[in-house]
């Protein structure tokens, strides 16, 4: 919007299968290499599905040192707190604070803010009701009176949506503007649009942005094979054969500021936020309109807040799912929205997965190091375009972007389509 403060986008962290910094997942995308291995959390060896891209032999207190806090916050927290610090410390916003005088830092503290996303929580924090459940036979009074005994009394503090709000807030002294948006695979993507929202009507002055999930769980697998959206092998965005998705797990995170602050702090600027746009296509919780209608609108209204037009777009970060549904309508979409002739396509979950919350701010992190770099990373799992959608502009090969504007789409039940639109900072 044009009378509306330019927003920097200064900072940034992720942690996903492929790896613990933006700069190795990066690496990972470039080079082609998938995190999808094997199931490790369980025995998955008779399940239908048996591949997920997991943050595989970390231990937690790489993450979160303070051991005492793992005993109050769940997996999907011990990610979404690590990714949010990562974010503010690399935008320097701590040790700028740290020359500050010390009656500015209250103030600079008050209008600094935090918004995070989450998935919803996962079916594992039910379960360990399960044994006792089963001991009791279904005789309530048995079960209400063993409970104490048998559930960890940590169980609902673990279990708290605003979790990684919580702790970010508290290490790093962020006491401003909050929120915590629970939106299915959304959830990311809607922090980073709230937290720009409430910059441009001043309401702080930067704001960090998170997004997490852990859905490599048994229920939350199994749910997902039972409706038909999981591939047993190999995540295809947009390919002929394609056969459905393939869960990860992890956050990411990016510090938003004024950019006049930014730049009056010498702040190093990794991209400046554009605009986003969000729509539903009030179709149903898992049914999508198949001519494409939902993504389209979203991206027209995403350049409109941006106030360019498609052709001043360089390149797309596609949802890029892998589910035959998805894929199919989220292409005509884009074709539609650009006239039938978009720029480069690309999508990452054939990569790192799908991070359900998670996954639209990381394919965000990862859209501001392409155009960094110059590059629209290929899709390597991609063999034949599917012919319904054969004019998409997505490659197995590297691409190169058409200008320094990316275009990131994200897809979440419900019907939501949401788009948001960045630019890389000038070298």
């Not at 399960?130 to 009176?145: C, I, N, V």
């Not at 649009?193 to 702080?204: G, H, I, K, P, V």
């Not at 941006?306 to 777009?313: E, F, M």
């Amino acid at each position: 919007m044009s009378n509306s403060p330019r927003i920097a986008i200064t900072g940034s962290g992720a942690v996903c299968g492929a790896g613990l910094t933006v700069e190795k997942i990066w690496a990972a995308v470039i080079n082609g290499q998938s995190a999808v291995t094997p199931i490790t959390q369980w025995d998955a060896a008779r399940w239908p599905v048996k591949v997920a891209a997991g943050v595989n032999g970390v231990k937690n207190q790489e993450l979160v040192e303070d051991r005492k806090l793992h005993k109050s916050i769940s997996r999907t927290d011990i990610f979404g707190i690590y990714a949010g610090g990562e974010a503010i410390k690399s935008s320097g916003i701590p040790s700028h604070r740290e020359t500050l005088d010390a009656a500015m830092v209250p103030h600079f503290n008050d209008r600094s803010g935090l918004v995070v996303g989450s998935g919803g929580g996962t079916y594992s924090s039910n379960y360990e009701y399960f044994p006792l459940m089963t001991e009791s036979g279904g005789d309530m009074r048995k079960f209400g009176a063993e409970l104490g005994s048998s559930v960890n009394p940590m169980w609902l503090l673990k279990n708290l949506p605003n979790n990684v709000l919580c702790h970010v807030g508290i290490r790093h002294m962020f006491k401003g503007t909050n929120a915590c948006i629970t939106n299915q695979c959304a959830g990311g993507v809607l922090a980073v649009a709230e937290a720009a929202e409430s910059l441009r009507t001043d309401e702080a002055d930067r704001i960090a942005a998170v997004g997490h999930d852990t859905p490599i769980e048994p229920e939350t697998v199994f749910g997902y094979h039972k409706l038909g959206l999981l591939s047993r092998d190999v995540l295809r965005p947009f390919d002929r054969t394609r056969s459905g998705t393939i869960f990860g797990e992890g956050a990411a995170a990016v510090m938003l500021e004024k950019f006049d602050n930014a730049q009056a702090r010498k702040a190093t600027i990794l991209g400046e936020f554009l605009g986003h746009g969000c729509v539903t296509e009030a179709m149903g919780v898992v049914d999508l309109r198949p001519d494409g209608d939902g993504p389209a609108r979203a991206i027209a209204l995403a350049l409109l807040d941006a106030g360019i037009t498609t052709a001043d777009v360089g390149m797309i970060v596609a949802h890029g799912n892998g589910t035959p549904a998805s894929d199919a309508s989220e292409a005509k979409g884009i074709l539609c929205a650009f006239g039938g002739n978009p720029p480069p396509v690309t999508a990452f979950k054939w990569c790192v997965g799908h991070l359900l919350a998670a996954s639209g701010i990381l394919d965000l992190v990862l859209a501001i190091e392409a155009l960094r770099h110059g590059v629209v990373p290929g899709v390597p799992t991609l063999n034949e375009v599917a012919a319904e959608f054969s004019s998409l502009p997505v490659s197995r090969d590297p691409q190169r972007p058409r200008s320094d504007v990316a275009l990131v789409l994200c897809r979440g039940f419900g019907g939501m389509n949401v788009a948001l639109v960045v630019r890389a900072a000038k070298p």
